[in-house]
């Protein structure tokens, strides 16, 4: 894996854990990490097998749970927590979040309250009529979500 590959892969779990209403803590600590790690000039590869956890821990941001994370990551290409994240809350429920309109809390207010975790589900759903049930969508917003819809 390459550093922006898991730079990305932080990216989206800190993400999921906003749509979870996770520690903002945890959330900070992943995406500061994953800032770091996406313009890091030397391969993370390269450091994992040259210094080990210590030589990852001297990237900034990158303390020793994160740096654990990154050594899966380049040897299964998962780590534990990411597996355990994506059996709870659907990796597909990212992809609501790149439509206007939506943001972590809509995501996460659709997914819960009405069992959307997809694009999919989405428009299954807005066919439906189901934006005018959600609260905190008003007329405009609900434009912009059928309007991008319609271009996916």
């Known amino acids: 894996m390459t550093n922006s590959e898991i730079a990305r892969r932080f990216y989206r779990l800190a993400a999921l854990m906003e749509l979870r209403g996770d520690d ?52 299964r290409g998962t780590f534990d927590a990411w597996e355990r994240l994506v059996a709870e809350t659907p990796e597909s429920l990212l992809d609501l979040l790149e439509l206007p309109g939506i943001g972590p809390k809509t995501a996460a207010l659709l997914h819960q309250k009405f069992k959307v975790s997809s694009i999919a589900d989405l428009k299954t759903f807005v066919a439906g009529g189901g934006l005018d049930l959600v609260d905190g969508i008003g007329p405009k917003t609900a434009e912009k979500i059928k309007e991008s819809l319609a271009q996916s």
């Not at 210590?54 to 990551?73: C, E, H, N, T, Y």
């Open 24 to 75: 903002p803590f945890r959330l900070r600590s992943y995406r500061n990490a994953a800032e770091a790690l996406e313009v890091w000039p030397t391969p993370l590869k390269q450091i994992a097998a040259q210094e080990g956890l210590a030589g990852l821990q001297s990237i900034p941001g990158v303390g020793k749970a994160i740096a654990g994370k990154i050594v899966d990551l380049l040897e």
